[in-house]
């Protein structure tokens, strides 16, 4: 059975939601961030070297980042939800989302996230490239989401659980304001029982 090792406040309600869709049975390793550096703890370090969450332990498997637990977990699974068939059009577009996610998206979003925690005294070099990508991506996301109902097309997939996680985290930055169809995709997704058990456990 999966282990998965999850961070409280964090992308890792990703695998959890991706678990409880397909019912797969897991082990939940809940870990804590410290409250005064908000870091995540040395628990997670005896996991695995990075520290990161998420984790999860399949016998001798351990695996960190996000779309390669999805990969692997979608491989376990004894269906064929939630990742189109190969080789056709839906499919390269879950691939692209997939990892849109936190190849391309996550960058400007948590940059974003990490420079309204600092004290600044003016513009950083950062700035301009960081506003440039934010306006780029929410724009094509937008318009992706004008024109079908979920990432890979009229099916949802993984693709739609890795791309809402962040997506949620650019909402509470303000980034996603007077983007209907971004918020109107939020609202359809955020009502999957499967999604609201992941929120459930922090």
Request: hydrophobic fraction near 40%; charge should be negative.
């Amino acid at each position: 059975m999966i282990t998965v090792h999850h961070l409280n406040k964090s992308r890792s309600k990703r695998v959890i939601w991706l678990l409880e869709e397909l019912d797969m049975p897991y082990t939940l390793v809940k870990h804590q961030r410290d409250p005064n550096t908000n870091l995540a703890p040395e628990s997670l370090k005896a996991v695995h070297p990075l520290a990161k969450a998420p984790i999860i332990v399949d016998d001798n498997v351990t695996l960190c980042e996000s779309g390669a637990i999805m990969e692997y977990i979608l491989n376990k699974s004894c269906t064929e939800q939630l990742r189109p068939i190969q080789n056709t059009q839906e499919y390269y577009q879950y691939l692209e989302w997939l990892h849109f996610a936190e190849g391309s998206l996550a960058l400007p979003v948590i940059s974003t996230l990490l420079m309204g925690m600092e004290k600044r005294s003016g513009a950083s070099p950062l700035d301009h490239y960081i506003a440039k990508e934010i306006a780029l991506d929410f724009t094509y996301i937008d318009n992706t989401l004008s024109k079908q109902t979920y990432f890979a097309g009229d099916n949802f997939t993984a693709a739609d659980i890795m791309m809402t996680i962040i997506l949620e985290i650019a909402g509470t930055l303000q980034l996603i304001d007077n983007k209907a169809h971004i918020e109107r995709y939020l609202e359809t997704v955020q009502q999957r029982p499967a999604y609201q058990l992941a929120t459930s456990q922090g």
